[in-house]
């Protein structure tokens, strides 16, 4: 993997503007709703915590892919 890439990934990307603030926004809605949809749906049970986590990290992962700008 190139320095760049690295330095890129750990490096702190503030929002840098209206529509990137939307983005991440959006995003954020659409996890929670999603995972809302899995705590009323699921049983209680150890897959569905490991379920909304892979939600919690999945918006996460989107929003590092804004934040880096896809790179």
């Not at 899995?38 to 918006?59: C, F, H, L, Q």
Request: with cysteine; aromatic share 8%; net charge negative.
């Amino acid at each position: 993997m190139q320095q760049e890439v690295l330095d890129n990934w750990f490096t702190y990307h503030p929002p840098t503007g209206d529509e990137q603030l939307a983005a991440y926004a959006k995003i954020r809605s659409a996890a929670r709703d999603f995972a809302m949809a899995i705590n009323e749906n699921a049983p209680d049970s150890a897959d569905k915590t490991a379920a909304i986590r892979k939600v919690r990290d999945a918006m996460m992962t989107a929003n590092a892919s804004i934040a880096c700008g896809g790179k």
